[in-house]
Every structure is written in structure tokens, then in C-alpha cells.
């Protein structure tokens, strides 16, 4: 494997700090629910507003972002979410904690989305599939050990100590980010001659067109290109289909904590290894999701959805035993996030010449979807179906996702590769904007 190129090694530590934030509360909602006096399904609301505040955020900030250099963006997106994790760890009450949440998921979605393409475009064609699956192994980093550090800390120091590690995470972020971008700026022209000598490159909408645009150098695609992009059948079937399907991982995921200690019986020392071993799961299931994504991108999300639905249908029993449970944090944790390089993949595929705003739109169906699994969960909990209940409702969800993929896979296969409306879009692959 060539040596990546170290901007991509600072989103990945960017995609941690943000991962964490988004995965840290699940090991301490028993002790902010106590905390607080609030409920499990209010201490889930703190997770589903910050999926939303990352949905919502994701495209404005995207939008914005085809006005400034990627690289001003990705700075901009890792200060504010510093800011937001500062007013939370320094928040009094429930309503402080809340806003800090949202203002740090305002910027996390676009810095996925944009890290996302951005990583993408510095590799060769063949191994996009796995560049993005890098800067995800950013995110799966952060949950192999966010939560498990989150629920280590809230058990040691407190759960406010969670979020000072968020700030901790995202002060590295920013500075290497700082470092290796301002280092990074001809190394884009290098990588943009590298592609272009590529012309076959089979990854439709990411060629010189795209590249030319990398660190600002030249005009983007327009905003116009980029909102045309989101018009096509084939990008909503596949928003759609991260949305729904991914949404059933969060269903269960926030709230197993309390299910391993009251359903399963663990004590509360267990969570921070069972945590682990869920995280270990989606480290192998990220890089197996990536690979084969590389190879087919639509049988990819068909297989990976289906085992998830599988998968959670089955953890409603498994959370009954304690050896079944251990078996099943690693599995559950391996098919959760097998599924998110080829549905991120696909979406960029389908939006063709103009993949930032798609790809962030797919980062708020990402988290769109967790936010309505969380709070289904927190529903069905707060409505007395029992803690366990949480995983068949996610395997609603998810299967969900999974017929949409299914009713949608035309819309992708059947289109030619380059769409006639977008000829007049992609330049030569000899062209340069210099």
C-alpha cells in the first residue's frame, strides 16, 4: 500500500474526536439520567438532537463550503465543534448540556462529508473504496474506544469528564489539521496530474473535473451542480436507504448499556470491555464493508443491510444470556458498520459530477436515522416494552432500509455510467483549471 498522505491522517484523527462525541453518551446515560433527574429516553434525546443538529448541519455548512478552499472548511467545522464541546462539559444543567450538543453537531456532518470526498479524490481510483474506509476507521476508532473511554471515565471521574475528553480529541484534531494542511498545498496539483493520467478511472462524477477543485484551486461545482446532484431519483433511493437502514444500529446501540447491566445482569464494570468488543466489531466490519464495496458496490448494501437486520432481530434473545451476549456485542458491532462505506459509496456513485453536498446529505440520513432509532428506543422504553424491545425495533428499522435498497437498485444499474445531462460538465481528462 502507498504511503497516504498525512491531511488524510488528520481527518481520521478530526473523524475520532467527532465519533467520539457521537458514540461517548451511550456509556453514561444511567449517570446523567441520575445526575439530571431526567429520564433514559431524555438522556437519548441528547444523542437523537445531536444526530439531528448533524443532519441539519451537514448540508448548510456543505452549502456554504462550496464558497471556501475544503481545507478552510475542515478547519472551520473542527473549531466549532470544539466550541460546542466546551459549553457542554462547562454546562449547569440539562438545557446548557443540550445546546453545546447541538452546536458541536452543526459542524460534524460536513467535516465527515467533506473528509469524506476529500480523501477519496487523493488516491488512486481504485482504491477510493478504501481511502473513504480510512477516514471512517477514524469514526470506528472512536467507537472501538469512545464509548468504552466515556463509560470508563463516567465511572472513574464522573460523566462530565466525557465531554472534556471531546474537547481534549478535538484541540489534537484541529492543530494537525492546521499542520498538515497548511504543509499540503501543492501536493494537491501532484495528485490531480496522478489521476488525470488515469482517464478510465470507473468511480463516475470523482474525475479531473472534481480533482481540480481540490484545496480551492479553481472554481467547484457549482452550487447549482451540486443542488442538481440531489434532484436524481437514484441519490434519494439511496438516502433514503442509509436513513432507514442504518437507523435500526442506533435503536439498540444507545441504550445498551442499560440492557447489559439490568436485562443481561453484567455488573456496571462489564460495559466499558463489552463496549470494547462491540467496537472491535465495527473496526472488522468498516474495513470488510470497504473492501467490498471496492468490488460491488449495490450486491454490498443488499448483504450488508440484510445481515444487520438479522443481527438485531437475533440480539432481543441474545441480551437474555450473558455468553450469547458477549458473542453478540462483536457480531452486532462488526455487521453495524459493515454497511457504512457502501452505502457512503453509493451515494457519491449516484450524484455523479458533484459529490460534496451528496456525500453530506448522506451524513445527516446517517444520522437522520439514528436520531429516529434513538428516539423509537427511548419510546419504547419510556412506554414500557422493556429495555430489550429496543433491538427488534431497530430490526424494523433496518429491514426498512433494506426493501428500500431493494425497490431502488434499478435506479442506480440502470442508468449509463455518465449521464447524458452531464457531458457538458466533465472536461477532457487532460483538461487543467491552472
Given at each position: 500500500m502507498r504511503k497516504l498522505p498525512l491531511a488524510i491522517w488528520a481527518m481520521v484523527v478530526g473523524a475520532f474526536a467527532m465519533g467520539a462525541d457521537e458514540f461517548i453518551v451511550a456509556g453514561v446515560v444511567r449517570e446523567i439520567a441520575q445526575s439530571l433527574n431526567v429520564t433514559i429516553g431524555a438522556v437519548g434525546a441528547l444523542e437523537s438532537v445531536y444526530a439531528l443538529g448533524v443532519a441539519i448541519g451537514a448540508p448548510v455548512f456543505t452549502a456554504l463550503g462550496t464558497r471556501f478552499a475544503r481545507r478552510s472548511m475542515l478547519l472551520t467545522?473542527?473549531?466549532?465543534?470544539?466550541?460546542?464541546?466546551?459549553?457542554?462539559?462547562?454546562?449547569?444543567?440539562?438545557?446548557t448540556i443540550m445546546a453545546g450538543r447541538i452546536i458541536s453537531a452543526m459542524a460534524?456532518?460536513?467535516?465527515?462529508?467533506?473528509?469524506?470526498?476529500?480523501?477519496?479524490?487523493?488516491?488512486?481510483?481504485?482504491?477510493?473504496?478504501?481511502?473513504?474506509?480510512?477516514?471512517?476507521?477514524?469514526?470506528?476508532?472512536?467507537?472501538?474506544?469512545?464509548?468504552?473511554?466515556?463509560?470508563?471515565?463516567?465511572?472513574?471521574?464522573?460523566?462530565?469528564?466525557?465531554?472534556?475528553?471531546?474537547?481534549?480529541?478535538?484541540?489534537?484534531?484541529?492543530?494537525?489539521?492546521?499542520?498538515?494542511?497548511?504543509?499540503?498545498?501543492?501536493?494537491?496539483?501532484?495528485?490531480?496530474?496522478?489521476?488525470?493520467?488515469?482517464?478510465?478511472?470507473?468511480?463516475?462524477?470523482?474525475?479531473?473535473?472534481?480533482?481540480?477543485?481540490?484545496?480551492?484551486a479553481g472554481q467547484g461545482p457549482t452550487m447549482r451542480e451540486q443542488l442538481a446532484a440531489l434532484r436524481r431519483p437514484a441519490v434519494w433511493g439511496a438516502l433514503l436507504t442509509t436513513m432507514l437502514g442504518y437507523g435500526g444500529v442506533f435503536t439498540s446501540y444507545v441504550y445498551l448499556a442499560p440492557q447489559i447491566t439490568e436485562v443481561t445482569g453484567f455488573e456496571a464494570g462489564w460495559v466499558t470491555p463489552l463496549l470494547l468488543l462491540f467496537g472491535i466489531g465495527l473496526f472488522l466490519g468498516n474495513h470488510l464493508g470497504g473492501k467490498l464495496a471496492d468490488r460491488a458496490v449495490m450486491p454490498t448494501v443488499i448483504a450488508t443491510l440484510g445481515a444487520l437486520a438479522v443481527v438485531l432481530f437475533a440480539m432481543t434473545f441474545a441480551i437474555e444470556s450473558r455468553p450469547?451476549?458477549?458473542?453478540?456485542?462483536?457480531?452486532?458491532?462488526?455487521?453495524?458498520?459493515?454497511?457504512?462505506?457502501?452505502?457512503?459509496?453509493?451515494?457519491?456513485?449516484?450524484?455523479?459530477?458533484?459529490?460534496?453536498?451528496?456525500?453530506?446529505?448522506?451524513?445527516?440520513?446517517?444520522?437522520?436515522?439514528?436520531?429516529?432509532?434513538?428516539?423509537?428506543?427511548?419510546?419504547?422504553?419510556?412506554?414500557?416494552?422493556?429495555?430489550?424491545?429496543v433491538n427488534w425495533v431497530g430490526g424494523l428499522l433496518t429491514t426498512a432500509g433494506l426493501l428500500t435498497a431493494l425497490a431502488t437498485w434499478r435506479l442506480v444499474d440502470q442508468r449509463p455510467a455518465v449521464p447524458a445531462d452531464h457531458h457538458h460538465h466533465a472536461p477532457p481528462a487532460t483538461h487543467h483549471h491552472h
Open positions: 467545522t473542527t473549531g466549532v465543534f470544539l466550541l460546542g464541546n466546551l459549553v457542554s462539559a462547562l454546562g449547569p444543567a440539562y438545557d460534524h456532518g460536513a467535516f465527515l462529508g467533506i473528509a469524506a470526498v476529500y480523501a477519496a479524490e487523493l488516491v488512486d481510483p481504485s482504491r477510493k473504496g478504501r481511502a473513504v474506509a480510512i477516514v471512517f476507521s477514524g469514526l470506528t476508532a472512536s467507537t472501538v474506544l469512545g464509548a468504552p473511554i466515556g463509560a470508563a471515565i463516567g465511572q472513574a471521574f464522573g460523566w462530565r469528564f466525557t465531554f472534556w475528553t471531546l474537547v481534549v480529541f478535538g484541540g489534537i484534531a484541529l492543530l494537525g489539521l492546521i499542520g498538515s494542511l497548511g504543509r499540503r498545498g501543492t501536493a494537491d496539483v501532484h495528485h490531480e496530474h496522478h489521476h488525470d493520467s488515469r482517464p478510465g478511472a470507473e468511480f463516475e462524477g470523482l474525475d479531473a473535473h472534481a480533482l481540480a477543485h481540490l484545496g480551492g450469547a451476549t458477549v458473542v453478540m456485542m462483536l457480531v452486532f458491532g462488526t455487521a453495524a458498520f459493515a454497511v457504512v462505506a457502501p452505502l457512503q459509496l453509493r451515494v457519491m456513485m449516484a450524484a455523479g459530477q458533484a459529490p460534496d453536498v451528496a456525500s453530506a446529505a448522506n451524513i445527516s440520513a446517517f444520522t437522520l436515522g439514528s436520531a429516529i432509532g434513538i428516539y423509537l428506543g427511548g419510546a419504547a422504553i419510556d412506554g414500557g416494552l422493556g429495555l430489550s424491545s
